[in-house]
């Protein structure tokens, strides 16, 4: 095996992969999140459409978007990885284990909340990345992306289940976003508190506001 | 005696490696509170010899917490309820009478079952074998402060070498991985100017065996280090990683 092969696929390798790519989906969700946001200017979807449209066609992001794609499958597969190793280091279970005496839950079940997003992202992406990407829906004028939003979130079975996946994302993050820089080798006393602070907000805030679109446009707030 | 408590033990029962283990319920009578566990099972295994049964295998040495060899998971915990002790410094005073306490062996695939409670731990060994030391050429003693070391790199080495390879780590970890045991033995050397020549050729090997051993991947849930009975910090997880991807990355040192 080549050298970057051997350390890619050494134990601490695979975390800095997990490390790496959780991170740079991190960074997707702000840029989403920023710019789905534009919704509760309440302007009729104006300037969300005008954002997505530039997402749509700018090159740079539509690079990045299949950088994207490739980013998530490796997380995914990594985690799928990772998750059958450690499963495989320990053949016989405890009959009694008390994990929530040193651990959270949700540090525990990152496989667990994973799974969950995944199956959203799924339904998410069906949902508006191949209408927008796949269909000419959009780009024959036929259809915005916020009038597409708008019919997705008529049924509250659907604004139920957004919502309730934005909790998997939250926990998530609750344990991903510190654990990644603890991974990368980032552990000091004078800035671990500000990472482990800013994970909480990012934490709470990203999902609280993604929760909010559907509820929003579901109550009418957003017209 | 007044305060003494009786109790119902189900204990990990297993004649080798080779066979299935069960846990097997013992009721134990008048045990005082001052007993340490350990001395909870000597009681135990008298009374098991008298009557004639195969008495309960434990490992053990100093008894004062110092050679990690008591190797207990109890109640869903390594070395018990208690924090920063071993199960040679738990009392029983920290149980009540009435109580059911269930004892299993170090649960992990690279540290297989002995005997009943008694687990193969050599895995840590070959991990130190690789390259958890440093190679010293013998002679006269050197002159104490020929190699100057700044407090604060003393103290956190040692608060590294405080490690006593007991695994409760890899025991209580969900994923059973080494990280904490194998970070702490980086570290201690990589603080020191004496670690410094084989800095990043040892922590390439010891992860390597620390790989080929079969103990899982760190996911930071942070239980080994709540877990362990000398509070070995995970910031060491993070630095042996920096270590790590720094040797991979910049040094030209290759481990096989
Ligand atoms: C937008 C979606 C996602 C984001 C932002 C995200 C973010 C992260 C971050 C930052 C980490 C921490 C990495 C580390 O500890 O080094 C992480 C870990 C993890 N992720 Fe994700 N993730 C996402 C989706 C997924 C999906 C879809 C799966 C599985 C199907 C998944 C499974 C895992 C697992 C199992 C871990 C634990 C690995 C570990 O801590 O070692 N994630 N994620
Ligand atoms: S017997 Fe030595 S640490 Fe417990």
Same mark, same amino acid.
């Given at each position: ?91 016989? &279970?405890? %009959?009694?284990? !008390?994990?929530?005496? /040193?651990? #959270?839950? +949700? ?6 909340? =994973? ?62 976003? &510190?654990? %990644?820089?603890? !991974?990368?080798?980032? /552990?000091? #006393?004078? +800035? ?6 800013? =994970? ?24 | ?256």
């Amino acid at each position: 095996m080549s050298n970057l092969g051997k350390t890619l696929s050494s134990s601490l390798g695979k975390k800095l992969v997990m490390g790496i790519t959780g991170l740079f989906l991190v960074s997707f969700l702000l840029v989403h999140c920023a710019v789905n946001a534009l919704i509760f200017l309440n302007d009729g979807g104006e300037s969300f459409n005008r954002g997505a449209e530039f997402m749509g066609t700018n090159p740079l992001i539509r690079l990045m978007e299949i950088v994207l794609f490739a980013g998530i499958i490796w997380h995914i597969v990594q985690a799928l990885v990772l998750t059958m190793q450690n499963k495989k280091a320990r053949s016989v &279970q405890y %009959a009694a284990y !008390t994990g929530n005496a /040193n651990s #959270k839950w +949700y540090a525990r079940s990152m496989g667990l909340l =994973g799974t969950l997003i995944l199956m959203f992202l799924i339904i998410h992406l069906k949902h508006f990345w191949v209408v927008s990407r796949m269909t000419d829906e959009i780009t024959s004028g036929r259809e915005t992306l916020f009038g597409e939003m708008k019919e997705v979130f008529e049924s509250p079975v659907v604004v139920f289940l957004y919502v309730l996946s934005m909790f998997s994302l939250a926990y998530h993050l609750l344990h991903g976003f &510190q654990s %990644a820089f603890q !991974t990368l080798g980032f /552990n000091h #006393k004078k +800035y671990t508190p500000t990472i482990q602070k800013i =994970g909480v907000i990012f934490s709470i805030v990203i999902p609280t506001l993604f929760a909010l679109m559907p509820i929003a446009i579901y109550l009418g707030i957003i017209q | 005696m007044s305060g003494n408590m009786n109790l119902t033990l189900k204990i990990w029962r297993q004649k080798n490696g080779n066979v299935q283990g069960e846990l097997v319920t013992y009721p134990v009578k008048n045990i005082s509170p001052d007993m340490s566990f350990l001395e909870m099972f000597d009681v135990l295994n008298e009374q098991l010899i008298s009557e004639g049964k195969e008495p309960i295998a434990f490992d053990h040495d100093c008894r004062e917490g110092i050679c990690g060899m008591c190797s207990m998971f109890i109640n869903g915990r390594a070395h018990g309820p208690k924090e920063g002790v071993t199960t040679c410094q738990l009392h029983m005073r920290s149980f009540k009478d009435g109580d059911t306490i269930v004892v299993e062996p170090w649960r992990a695939t690279a540290f297989p079952v002995v005997k009943d409670l008694v687990v193969d731990r050599s895995a840590f060994d070959r991990v130190i074998a690789a390259g958890g030391f440093i190679s010293a050429n013998t002679g006269n003693s050197q002159d104490a402060n020929a190699l100057p070391i700044s407090k604060f790199n003393a103290d956190t080495a040692f608060d590294a070498a405080a490690c006593i390879g007991c695994g409760a780590c890899v025991a209580t970890c969900k994923n059973a991985s080494a990280m904490l045991f194998v970070s702490a033995k980086v570290s201690q050397l990589a603080l020191l100017p004496q670690g410094q020549p084989e800095r990043y050729r040892r922590v390439q090997s010891m992860v390597a065996q620390m790989d080929s051993e079969g103990f899982g991947n760190c996911t930071n849930t942070g239980a080994c280090e709540a877990e362990c009975p000398k509070g070995i910090s995970i910031s060491n997880i993070a630095r042996m990683n920096r270590d790590y991807f720094a040797a991979k990355i910049c040094k030209e040192e290759e481990v096989n």
